[in-house]
């Protein structure tokens, strides 16, 4: 078989060939280059670990009531002891759970929507994109207390359908994001090329574009999951919540509906309100270092004024 | 191979292919005429198999348009494409399926045209995925000669690589082999090494001309004449949408008849300063296709245009001073 | 980059080849002056026997567009889309204090006729400018402060081949009318060729060889140079075109001997030990190879 001489390559190297680096690789390394990711991800970390085992770790039950209401930390109690004489510590571990269980539910309930809808809007174009993007505009003027308040009335205040309602008006931002990256993933080479082959839009959706917006739409996810926190500390600080169930914002409307601060039980209040404060601060860290790192529309190293970084036309020098 | 192997692989008549150009709410409010890109304006050409003709041209002539639309990656709007004598230019994209493997494309951009996140394996392989053609091994088995084709020996070495980790004539040697990897008959090249580094080109060359010697038809979109001038066959300048010269490549290059063509190529730069010709500059630039200027196309720019150039559109004929017969010009001086 | 060294006359057209990676791109850079801050640079630039980088950024500022020009690659591509071109010419005018105003304004309109673009499109913005115009904008642009230097990188890579011959047909009045002397950076030998009366060839970082160019062509003194002629296709030529075995080699790690020799078609048993220096090996010519070396002992 004569083939036309492979003559370029004869002299590569196998060894001259790079390892492939793999997808967590890029994501490690960057965290590992930016410190505020890093301590974000430590802390959140550290949370989620400290929740899952609070059942075990929780010094006393989080319904026994062991001593007087709102009594002062002390060395059996370090945060002292809530309206009912609860240990706060407990309460704050257990609350811990609802509060990281509807947040990360909620993100992920308005990860699949806004996703589903900003791909499809993206892929499609044309009129699927004029009502899908329409739609959304209506979600996001949606007034979300209202709404809230409005489906507590109607469909009474269940764990689920907090998450559900977090989930439902949350998701717009990650629709138009991924809408976006979606239009410029759709005119690469490469999907033209698969389309051309004959592809079918779905194999080119879920091995060509998919992959190529994963990353990003992870990194809006963690970025939700601090947006749906604190959501779900507001509506159950306005009472809206499951009444069953502790979470940090409960334990911030128990206090404030049972005058905690005219007795200056300030162990009742603070806690839980810095722990919200602590986990969204660390999931925001986390969220924009990976958003910066993947999303090309806010790289603004070109604004730099030091640096030169020059596109060639062809060929590698500045790859 | 289906089809009778006698009749030419591809033939074109009179395609025409235009773009709307988007008004906007504005434009559309105060109904403004509509205007058109004439990016195709009655192009006809024939290629056999073992042939590679070369469509030249500078940008904006519609060169690529024509390669998409003899692939039917877009519509046209007039004209007939023939493939192994069937009709296919208004054949619906179902009945399109099993013919559209006979003719593949290669794109200019060797680091674009392949997906990151797959490897070299996915990548050749895909084709046959999407045509559900093969077995698992069948498909493997199928890759490697594929990419022992394309000269990227042992494929074995190749196979599990992701695209950065190769070089630019290392790609596009994988994109040529999954295009090949589905025994096409037809291979369209759109400006297949303008993107690769000089000391490359030639491989890359090489190859094509050898598949052509195997017996496939290809169609070389290009703006390098020299490139064109040593690799094809035939050679067909476009300006503005229309055919303006054709003929064998070396008639064309040597015995030039229509203005452009002349005009071409004498600024093409010649490697010796020795051959250094006085170039015909033409001045100005290609009018936009929106306003093709009435008569023949390109009088405006035309050093040697005469006042009944205004009115003619001269059609594709044999001039006085070729060769050969099979070289036309559209030219109502020659 | 190592150890480059050029020398221009006012009013030359001088060529600088080479494939990407070859660090062409890096040398102009370098000479403006403009690498980024983790690169270290060591040489002299000497404009008119004074050294431009002797004290880092310091001494070259001054120099910067007012001697030394460049127009950049992709420069076309490179005008602020909301600012009208003529203003975006004045520029660098107003920002090294060399006119501004109304006498900006004549400058603008002068600079604009003699880069072929009526004076009146200095007020239009840079979308109503075709790429061969743009070109030409981003050419007076760099000729704002009466540079003696113009570094043009790959100026026509991007463009049709007519507005190629175009712009060419602009360098060299340039350099013919106002002594401009122009560095023509470009991976395409036949550019080179026509414009060109001099010419440098460079590889993996180095100069491997340097001389007039039809001398480049004719006689040239390294395979690479050679090699490159032979693998560039001429529109009357015939015959096989050859492509170059193998790729660059990666600069990130020390190379021994010759850079070019696991691609080379003559290399020999120096080739591997010993780097090549740049030799003279005529009037005007250099190359670092060892085969112009062993030819001179054979025939001692």
Redesign the interface.
Known sequence: MTTAPAAELLTRDPDDFEEPRRRRHVVWSVIRTQPQATIGAVVLLAVVVVAALAPYIAPYGERERVGDVFEAPSSEHWLGLDDAGIDMLTLMLHGARVSLIVGFAAALVSMLIGGAIGLLAGYFGGKTDIILMRVTDYFIVIPDIPLMLVVAAIWGRSLTNIILIIGLIYWTTTARVIRAQVKSVRERVYVKRARALGAGHGRVLSKHVLPQVAPLLVAITVLSIAVAIFAETAIAFLGLGDPTLISWGKLIENAFSRSAISVDAWWAIVPPGLAVVVVVLACTMVGRALEDSLNPRLRVGHLSVRHFRLRNLGGEEAR | MTGNGSGPLLEVEGLVTRYAVPRGIVGALASRPREWVHAVEGVSFRLRRGEMLALVG??GCGKTTTAQSI?R?VDSDAGAIRFDGTDITRLSHRNL?PL??RMQ?I?Q?PY???????RVRGIVE??LL??GIGSKEERREEAERAL??????PPG?YL???PH?L????RQ?VAIAASLVLHPDLLVADEPV??????????I???L??LRARGLAILMIT?????A??YADRIAVMYLGRIVEEGPAREI??NPQHPYTR???S??????????VV?E??RG??PNPVHVPAGCRFHPRCPMAIPECQDVDPELRTPAAASTERHRAACIRV | MRGVSLAIEGGERFGLVGESGSGKTTTILAVMGLLPPNASVAGRVLLDGQDVLARGEASARPHRWRDIAMVFQGAMNAFNPVKRVGDQIAEPMELHGVAEGREAERRVADLLERVGIPPERGSRYPHEFSGGMRQRAAIAMALACNPKVLLADEPTTALDVMVQAQILELLTALANDFGLAVVLVTHDLPVVAQVCSRAAVMYAGEIVETGPVDALHHEPRHPYTRLLYAATPDLHGTGELASIPGAPPRLDRPIAGCPFRPRCDRAFAPCAEEHPALLGVGPGREAACHLNTAVREVSA
């Open positions: 500078e940008s692939l990656l399926r559209r493997r494309l794109y951009d674009e045209s392949l997906d990151p996140r797959f895909e084709p999407v045509h022992e084709l394309a000269g990227l020996t070495l599990d690589r992701y980790e070089s630019g004539g290392q040697r303008s993107m690769l580094d000089v000391s490359v080109r030639a491989g060359l090489a190859l001309d050898d703006h390098d004449l020299s490139t001038a040593r290059v040597d005009a071409l190529l600024v093409v730069p010649r490697p010796d300063p020795r051959e250094r170039p500059i033409l630039e290609t």
